[in-house]
């Protein structure tokens, strides 16, 4: 612990890692070199990969792309975790916490020893209980959940032997803010699960009460003041760093909540007290945090004011679209269809699609409700421009070009738009107009073809949520698919297990959530095409009956020649019979 350290701390830059580039990272081979070259209490790569998995254990590192359980000595590339504050050595002060922890616990474990066996000075200590650890493989030996999580009257955790801090599945509100403000792990699924779906079971005032309470975490009364001593350095302060840390991820994720109630101004002067006085640097950070979002606060609640205004402002008289004219340039119409189909998405927030609010309490999920019936309307308007014209070569041609507005729309990554044409023309009023279907291209119906199959809905919507997870951003999803999952976690899974809250079906449905708001904050940079984008903003559309009716009209139950279609070309050839018995009536006349 007291070897002088050299001046030169753990490189840390951006490095590559198959094919892609992470910041301020480091391989795995190098910490190793890293903590052999720090002290003389290290012997060899075996011992510093037991001290590296230790500190990557205790969720001070992790791997860059979170996908390896354990530290390996290799090219595997890591970086130190969000929580961890980043002074200069920083890295020197978590070697010398893990080596002074492991230290502590082995001279306990020595000291527990019944008198009757020989104790082993450490430093003699054989080591054949140590795997055998080399750089590019290597095991390690199989870790066990330690004894306190043990399910209680407080807490029931998830059984997983692969998991060494396993994952809870019902608890107190207590418990759930102690495991977000773990001193030594970083429970990222369990913060989204709290911070998404939180309100069901506690308000925001009591949501910062709890977080103050942990904050001010003290000593168990029978500590003596030695132990008093090294919980106040160790456990307490790293808590206290995982608090603030925990309240900047909810201001920079949740600001709504601190925007509209005296919520800040609480929060203002809590941080103004003893986290000033021991974390100063940390809550001028925070600080900033809370000003700028609320600037971005307000700049959005500005975007919606005008947004607002500009729908009320389209109610008036706006020339109609004629989508199947030749001067309507499809790439452009999917553009600005992106465009508006993002800003109503954008205004989503997640506590809309907690407790099927877009059903049950539509005014606390109006944005929601609202980007619903924009897809309504939107599929209602694409049938109700086909059933509309009577020449069945004219519908095949509108058929054609809505299509190859659907693949436009692939390739802007909206699978909402996608989605909204494929339920118009899968829709009843069009699906059975047979004989229209017949003069669709060949090129046409592969085109659909392929489009459904991104977007079936066998495998539970498998297509559609691994192409939406894959595609890179910006990216507008279909809600139909997530909005099913939430249904089915919700009515599936009680709120509460054993009095407890059932923190199982709210982590689930804070993940379907996540998932669809993955790409919210992206933007789309599409340029305004303004006449066009008012016209799209202003479509109106029949009901689904008055469309069924109207495919009726134009392609009658029975003989497919007894269509409008026909009726019209009759009745326009016994015109023209009419107009020409007239000319001839008016030459004899004139005779």
């Known amino acids: 612990i007291n070897a002088e350290y050299g001046d030169k701390g753990l490189e840390m830059k951006n490095r590559k890692y198959k094919f892609k580039k992470y910041k301020d990272s480091f391989a795995g081979f190098h910490f190793v070199d890293w903590i052999l070259g720090q002290t003389p209490l290290i012997e060899d790569r075996n011992d510093a990969v037991i001290i590296g998995d230790y500190i990557y254990n205790k969720g001070f590192i992790r791997e860059v792309r979170n996908k390896v359980t354990k530290f390996v000595d290799d090219e595997i590339l890591y970086c130190f975790s969000d929580f961890v504050p980043q002074p200069k050595n920083i890295e020197k002060e978590l070697l010398a916490l893990a080596i002074n922890t492991i230290l502590i616990t082995a001279k306990k474990t020595i000291e527990k020893t019944p008198s009757s066996q020989p104790t082993q000075n450490l430093e003699s200590e054989p080591k054949k209980s140590t795997p055998t650890l080399q750089r590019g493989g290597g095991t390690l030996k199989k870790r066990t959940a330690p004894a306190e999580y043990e399910d209680n009257l407080e807490i029931q955790y998830r059984k997983d032997p692969n998991l060494i801090y396993p994952s809870i599945k019902a608890a107190t509100i207590e418990k759930l803010v102690e495991r977000v403000t773990l001193e030594l792990f970083v429970d990222t699924e369990t913060r989204i699960g709290i911070l998404y779906t939180y309100k069901v079971y506690m308000t925001p005032d009591e949501f ?272 139909g698919p997530y909005l099913t999952d939430l249904v089915f976690i919700d009515d599936g899974n009680p709120d509460h297990i054993d009095n407890l809250i059932n923190f199982f079906k709210w982590q689930r449905t804070a993940e379907v959530v996540s998932q669809i708001l993955h790409f919210n904050e992206a933007n789309y940079s599409f340029s305004i095409s303004q006449t066009l984008r008012d016209q799209l903003f202003s479509i109106k559309a029949p009901e689904e009956k008055e469309l069924y009716n109207l495919s009726l009209k134009i392609e009658p139950r029975g003989d497919p020649n007894e269509t409008l279609e026909s009726v019209l070309i009759e009745q326009q050839q016994l015109l023209k019979t009419v107009e020409e018995l007239k000319a001839k009536n008016a030459q004899l006349e004139e005779k």
Not at 229 to 246: G, N, S
Not at 329 to 350: G, W
Not at 355 to 365: C, E, G, T
Not at 378 to 393: G, K
């Open 208 to 479: 910062l009460s709890q977080l103050i309470n942990r904050y001010n975490i003290q000593p168990p009364p029978e500590f003596d003041n030695i132990q008093k001593y090294e919980f106040v350095k160790t456990k307490q302060f790293m808590v206290q760093i995982r608090v603030l840390t925990e309240i900047k991820f909810w201001v920079e994720h949740c600001y709504d909540d601190f925007a509209n109630s005296g919520l800040k101004e609480k929060l203002i002067k809590f941080l103004s007290g003893s986290p000033k006085q021991h974390h100063e640097s940390n809550v001028i950070h925070l600080l900033s945090v809370i000003q700028l979002k609320l600037q971005e606060y307000e700049h959005k609640e500005m975007k919606k004011k005008i947004w607002e205004h500009e729908l009320t402002a389209l109610l008036k008289n706006v020339p109609p679209l004629d989508f199947g004219s030749d001067s309507v340039d499809v790439e452009e119409v999917a553009r600005q269809l992106t465009l508006i189909e993002y800003n109503y998405f954008s205004q989503i927030h997640h506590s809309e699609f907690i407790r099927q609010a877009w059903s049950k309490n539509k005014q606390q999920s109006k944005h929601l409700c609202a980007a619903i019936a924009r897809f309504n309307l939107t599929s209602n308007w694409i049938a109700s421009v086909i059933v509309s014209e009577f020449r069945a070569s004219e519908r095949a041609k509108l058929i054609s070009k809505f299509i190859k507005l659907a693949d436009k729309l692939r390739m802007l990554k909206n699978f909402n738009g996608i989605m909204e044409v494929l339920s118009a023309l899968t829709g009843l009023a069009v699906k059975r107009l047979k004989r229209t279907w017949s003069l669709v291209g060949e090129f046409e119906m592969k085109s659909l073809k392929h489009l459904q199959s991104i977007l079936s809905i066998e495998g539970n919507s498998h297509n559609f949520k691994e192409a939406y997870r894959s595609t890179p951003a910006p990216c507008l999803p279909t809600l």
